[in-house]
């Protein structure tokens, strides 16, 4: 089961950007079996998918010679892995038409997961490429047929939960090229939209219990959520602590039919 764990990203290294026309790349930090792992997914193959013309789940990459205990590989063992699986790339390119659906890294392990439509080659390639090239590492090669895109959509796209973590990264890592001191207690705002000002006041109930305060109340004229809240608590910036209340205050939001905006917060240096 994947969950997503609060991490700031100190691996970006992790996830490098794959620059392509009308790809949109995000990643985030999930756990698996009670196991860190960094999933670097293309978000916009959701909508086209399936692709009944790529039948075929490939995953393969290699197998890091340098971890750490969490079994994330080692920041100077990242470049080396993904020469192996730009190598790799360029022979599948050369057998079958293929797409990228993300990269997995886990385990000691950071495998891509392709589509493809044919199989027929693939592993001799493989095993060729790693007995000339890179013979001092071990691999993963694995062929399921998946023609609904099921590991794709399921595993590798992020749930609601694993969103809400890479927004609130973004926000995170922001503030520290900032130069945020995110020990320093500092009030935190949440804003929120409502249909109906009766919706907004039960869910104002709900923020009393929880012991935010309520900063704003405002009419949006002609807007579809005209009732806009805005509340905040004071606390340090934790990633912990900022997952735990932003999934907390989403799933009330959807008690009352509301729309979460987001968070923020002053810069404190």
Same mark, same amino acid.
């Given at each position: 089961?994947?969950?997503?764990?609060?991490?700031?990203?100190?691996?970006?290294? @992790?996830?490098?950007?794959?620059?392509?026309?009308?790809?949109?790349?995000?990643?985030?930090?999930?756990?698996?079996? /009670?196991?860190?792992?960094?999933?670097?997914?293309?978000?916009?193959?959701?909508?086209?998918?399936?692709?009944?013309?790529?039948?075929?789940?490939?995953?393969?990459?290699?197998?890091?010679?340098?971890?750490?205990?969490?079994?994330?590989?080692?920041?100077?063992?990242?470049? /080396? @892995?993904?020469?192996?699986?730009?190598?790799?790339?360029?022979?599948?390119?050369?057998?079958?038409?293929?797409?990228?659906?993300?990269?997995?890294?886990?385990?000691?392990?950071?495998?891509?997961?392709?589509?493809? /439509?044919?199989?027929?080659?693939?592993?001799?390639?493989?095993?060729?490429?790693?007995?000339?090239?890179?013979?001092?590492?071990?691999?993963?090669?694995?062929?399921?047929?998946?023609?609904?895109?099921?590991?794709?959509?399921?595993?590798?796209?992020?749930?609601?939960?694993?969103?809400?973590?890479?927004?609130?990264?973004?926000?995170?890592?922001?503030?520290?090229?900032?130069?945020?001191? @995110?020990?320093?207690?500092?009030?935190?705002?949440?804003? @929120?939209?409502? /249909?109906?000002?009766?919706? $907004?006041?039960?869910?104002?109930?709900?923020?009393?219990?929880?012991?935010?305060?309520?900063?704003?109340?405002?009419?949006?004229?002609?807007?579809?959520?005209?009732?806009?809240?805005?509340?905040? $608590?004071?606390?340090?910036?934790?990633?912990?602590?900022?997952?735990?209340?932003?999934?907390?205050?989403?799933?009330?939001?959807?008690?009352?039919?509301?729309?979460?905006?987001?968070?923020?917060?002053?810069?404190?240096?």
């Amino acid at each position: 089961m994947k969950k997503t764990i609060s991490f700031i990203i100190s691996f970006l290294s @992790l996830c490098p950007v794959l620059a392509q026309q009308d790809d949109n790349w995000e990643t985030y930090m999930a756990e698996v079996a /009670k196991k860190p792992a960094s999933v670097l997914v293309n978000l916009a193959l959701y909508d086209r998918s399936p692709d009944r013309r790529l039948p075929y789940l490939l995953i393969t990459g290699p197998k890091s010679k340098k971890c750490m205990g969490n079994g994330l590989p080692e920041k100077d063992e990242i470049p /080396k @892995l993904e020469e192996i699986l730009d190598a790799a790339d360029a022979f599948i390119t050369g057998i079958t038409p293929k797409i990228l659906a993300g990269t997995f890294t886990y385990n000691c392990e950071r495998v891509n997961y392709y589509y493809v /439509k044919d199989t027929l080659g693939l592993d001799l390639a493989i095993t060729r490429l790693y007995k000339r090239s890179f013979d001092g590492y071990s691999y993963i090669f694995k062929i399921k047929t998946d023609p609904d895109w099921g590991v794709y959509r399921d595993f590798l796209y992020p749930t609601e939960e694993n969103f809400t973590w890479i927004e609130n990264n973004k926000i995170i890592t922001k503030l520290i090229a900032e130069g945020d001191d @995110l020990s320093k207690t500092r009030d935190i705002n949440f804003v @929120l939209l409502f /249909k109906t000002e009766a919706e $907004r006041k039960s869910f104002i109930d709900f923020a009393h219990r929880r012991d935010y305060r309520i900063d704003e109340l405002n009419y949006i004229k002609n807007a579809d959520m005209p009732y806009r809240l805005k509340m905040s $608590r004071s606390d340090a910036i934790k990633p912990d602590v900022i997952a735990d209340l932003t999934n907390e205050i989403k799933k009330e939001a959807k008690k009352h039919n509301a729309q979460y905006e987001a968070w923020n917060c002053e810069i404190v240096k």
